[in-house]
């Protein structure tokens, strides 16, 4: 069986990979176009980028909603409510110990690959899911497209495109949750990203208000023993990018997020081994107070890109 296009047994993965298998990524099209693998390349190695899971059962048991799509709201819904337009949504709740609705829904719908290239140097596959009001929680209709490329075996590019399909507005917010994974440890890592301000959170991860970010993240930081687990505002204008180095290893990966996100979620989770990076399009006060939510007219169209470079140092 070709590895440049085939299905991994028992996963329901679909892998993409260059014909020399040096570049590639791996996706679960039946669950929310879910990124499970990325491969790029690093002079003469391939170096794979996320963390990634060997089988459908380790899939299935994950808590951390690893490399999912954030759609229609990024974050967390106090109570599982959304108040728009003089309507209440209740959303299901799937983290039961707070109480809360986190992530949206799209990383449950199944998408359709509608389109694949492979060449020898580019590795391009398109997924789509036309939705049509299909829970009472969400009375919307949309079409997304999201796009997934690696060109010259470095770049790796996720592009989104969503279509308001209905004839009323579609309010929604959009990013990515990826979990790094290329060292054996964060705490040797170095991190710089242009940090305006935070979120400060209550008990259950609800925003209470904006604080002035610590400038030596903008400046770049060793990351050793910090505590990451906010949401932060980039600062207006700046160049949106996040860059990741081991200077062990002399690895630098760059996530550079266009325009429409303006906000970055940062986590380190237990075992300190992966870092999440997550491009969103707005804050953790989009769904309560509507700033930065996304709003399209009928037939209106969103897009926006992510691009994560590997480089040697």
Known sequence: MDKSDSILVNTGCRSFYSPDSSFGFEVYPKYGAQLNKIVLKANSSSVSILKSFASESDRIADEYFTNILLFPFVNRLEDGIWRYNEQVFQFPINEPSLSNSIHG????????????????????????IRYSANYDYYPFHFDMLIRYSIKKGREFILEAEIVNTGDTELPFSFGWHPYFDFADSVEDMDIQFPADSFI?????????RYKQANECISQGTRIGNQTFDNCYKLIPGAVRNTSITNKESGLRLTIEQDHTFDHSQIFIPPGRKLIAVEPLTAGLFAVKTGDGLIKLAPQETYNGAITVKLQTL
């Open 105 to 128: 829904f799209i990383y449950r719908q199944p998408f359709e690959i509608i389109e694949n290239e492979i060449t020898e140097k580019e590795v391009m596959a398109a997924f789509l």
């Open 200 to 208: 400060e959170v209550d008990s259950r991860f609800l925003p209470i």
